[in-house]
């Protein structure tokens, strides 16, 4: 297997910086030991113009198969087939990626403590694979690396035998890349894209792939348009694996959008506790106040936007009234909890059938939420930063359209009556703001005028003549369908 790296540099700013950010010394040939064979790092040309390094991996057959035992766990699927005669010690592959992963660890971290600044900066890439299995051929190369930066791509199909023409071409490409990229970024794309364009791996895939697959992946897997199939090729199409990667990349991408760190999108639950407020009265009447107004407005299919761990799903499922009832969260660890809250592995088949947990950020627009009776918004605008409040809006009461919106926030007037909450202190940790009855009340009337709804407010909690309710709730009616009123299109 053979791999070259290739930049161009001027006298002040030589291209031999590569030996350092490669931590490869360009007047060197360096031997390196991996399980399967052996690899050879040097460099076919060393001048301030011009840098190639290249990375020969010699395969031992023998020991490939002695070590995956030629088929099931470990085993390579192309190795079980052929034994000692296979492609495998002359066509890029996961081989060449864990040689990599071994020969340049620290610039696949992107650390160089002599050139720091340098590894940071995007350098002039020219990167050739002389054989590459791609199944999918050359038009799957150009869709995994041009969204990358590339501003060249060629991937050129080898011929089965030259002197036989009509018998085709191979599985196999040579592949270029060209363009102004880090290095480090350059190294975990193909430390990942090899074996998933090879759709093969030489060892058995275990849960820490996930791990490796998003550390490799950082900054532009998350976004890349081939997200799915790169995901499950490279975990070897477990499914289980594949949909923990998609899930956990689909809240890089959340907090991406809104330049946030991960762990404060994912941030709902602490599973050794419930984040449910106290007093716990409270929250039992805030849900009875929420399914009596369900059920006043006669909703069967319901949303519960920001579930967290599932008490108001809990509760709606044991009304047979409340058909379908999905609950949708950003948060996975929310999910989770509340999947076993539900007990949804053990639970019947018809009652499961009425049940959706989801994962979703509720200020972006989701088609799968049209069309639902009711949706519920329990506990959650206060979470979000107030510039955020107009795509939740927007993404509810303007694209979902659910016939009955409900939403609750506490009163932060009632929070005086709280003994054991300081002065000026908001009830949680991470509520963003807490209005009072005339902010919310504002806020209702503006919502409901812009997007065709009546609103109500309830009380929910023992109403202090002072102060009001612990909680308020308003409960939002549909009154114009697309700009119909539906007294018009009843009519």
Known sequence: MFLTISTTGTPERPATDLGYLLHKHPDKAQTFSTAHGTAHVFYPEASAEHCTAALLLEVDPVALVRRGKGKGRGGAPDAALAQYVNDRPYAASSLLSVAMATVFKSALNGACRALPERAGEALPLRIEVPALPARGGAELVHRLFAPLGWTHVEAVAVPLDERFPEWGDSRYVRLVLEGELRLADALRQLYVLLPVLDDAKHYWV?????????????????????????????????????????????LVRLAESDDLEVESVDNAVDETTDTEEKPVPLAGRRREAILEALRAAGASRVLDLGCGQGQLVQALLKDVRFTEIVGVDVSMRALTVAARRLKLDRMGEKQAGRITLRQGALTYTDKRLKGYDAAVLSEVIEHLDLPRLPALEYAVFGSARPRTVLVTTPNVEYNVRWETLPAGHVRHGDHRFEWTREEFRDWAEQVAARHGYAVEFVAVGPDDPEVGPPTQMAVFTMTTVHGTTKEEKTA
């Open 206 to 250: 275990a849960p820490d792939e996930v791990d490796k697959l998003l550390r490799a992946g950082e900054g532009w897997l998350a976004r890349h348009p081939e997200q799915r199939l790169i995901t499950s090729r490279y975990l070897s199409r477990r499914g289980g694996l594949t949909r923990q990667a998609m899930e956990r990349l689909e």
